[in-house]
Structures are given as structure tokens and as C-alpha cells.
């Protein structure tokens, strides 16, 4: 057996020690900032979806009492606009959850469940058409 393969105990003991003294490394200090035109303080924001150029988001809120869906664009001077509700899909799902942008941002999925209708909830999508 060589001095390698003797060593190799030894050696994932160490490497593992080092890993356990990493991860007990207090994190650096940060703070916590809410998205200006999307958070509120008031609803409850949750599961963003950023479209590939960065440019759209979709997210789930509380804001109107049930979880909808809300789609928010970031305007030329770098802010959110005023998100706006997903209204052809929210009108029509009692439950929504999870929403997922494609890589060009034309297509959501998301969990959805409707009342007397699915029996659990499920993955849809959904094609943006004519903007």
C-alpha cells in the first residue's frame, strides 16, 4: 500500500475538519432592502420569476386578499413599474403558486388548481401572445 493510499483517512478527515470550520465562519453583515415598485409592507410578495434579459418579473401576492399572479416590467431610469395582475389566469384558478418564466420570457408555468374542476392541483403554462 503506498504513503497515498495509507493517507487517504487522514486526508478526508482534514479536508472535512476545514469544511466544518468554513461553514461555522460568521457571514458578513448585509441588509435587508425590499424591491422599490414591487414590495410592499402591507401584501406579501413571493416567488419571483425574472424573465433571461432581466427586464420582466412575475410574482405571487396577497394583495388582493387570495394569492394572484402580477407582472411587473423595469422601465428604462432602472425602477419596477406598478405591477399589474395576471388577470386572464388569476380570474380563472382558485389556487396558484410557483410561477416560472422560459429562458424568453413568452411562456409561464405555474401550480394551479381549479375548483370542481382538477381534482389536485397541477403545472400549466401559459403563451404570451400579441405582447
Same mark, same amino acid.
Given at each position: 500500500? !503506498?504513503?497515498? =493510499?495509507?493517507?487517504? $483517512?487522514?486526508?478526508?478527515?482534514?479536508?472535512?475538519?476545514?469544511? %466544518?470550520? @468554513?461553514? =461555522?465562519?460568521? $457571514?458578513?453583515? !448585509?441588509? *435587508?432592502?425590499? %424591491?422599490?415598485?414591487?414590495?410592499?409592507?402591507?401584501?406579501?410578495?413571493?416567488?419571483?420569476?425574472?424573465?433571461?434579459?432581466? *427586464?420582466?418579473?412575475?410574482?405571487?401576492?396577497?394583495?388582493?386578499?387570495?394569492?394572484?399572479?402580477?407582472?411587473? @416590467?423595469?422601465?428604462?431610469?432602472?425602477?419596477?413599474?406598478? $405591477?399589474? $395582475?395576471?388577470? %386572464?389566469?388569476?380570474?380563472?384558478?382558485?389556487?396558484?403558486?410557483?410561477? !416560472?418564466?422560459?429562458?424568453?420570457?413568452?411562456?409561464?408555468?405555474?401550480?394551479?388548481?381549479?375548483?370542481? %374542476?382538477?381534482?389536485?392541483?397541477?403545472?400549466?403554462? !401559459? @403563451? *404570451?401572445?400579441?405582447?
Amino acid at each position: 500500500m !503506498s504513503f497515498a =493510499q495509507k493517507n487517504i $483517512p487522514l486526508f478526508m478527515w482534514a479536508f472535512c475538519m476545514a469544511l %466544518v470550520a @468554513h461553514a =461555522q465562519t460568521p $457571514p458578513a453583515t !448585509s441588509t *435587508r432592502t425590499l %424591491v422599490p415598485g414591487i414590495s410592499t409592507k402591507k401584501f406579501t410578495e413571493f416567488a419571483p420569476t425574472i424573465s433571461a434579459d432581466g *427586464r420582466t418579473m412575475i410574482f405571487e401576492s396577497n394583495k388582493e386578499k387570495d394569492w394572484k399572479l402580477y407582472e411587473s @416590467h423595469l422601465n428604462e431610469s432602472g425602477t419596477w413599474e406598478e $405591477p399589474i $395582475p395576471l388577470t %386572464v389566469i388569476n380570474e380563472k384558478f382558485h389556487f396558484l403558486a410557483g410561477p !416560472s418564466l422560459d429562458y424568453d420570457g413568452n411562456t409561464l408555468y405555474f401550480t394551479g388548481f381549479i375548483e370542481n %374542476v382538477t381534482p389536485s392541483e397541477d403545472i400549466y403554462y !401559459s @403563451h *404570451r401572445l400579441d405582447g
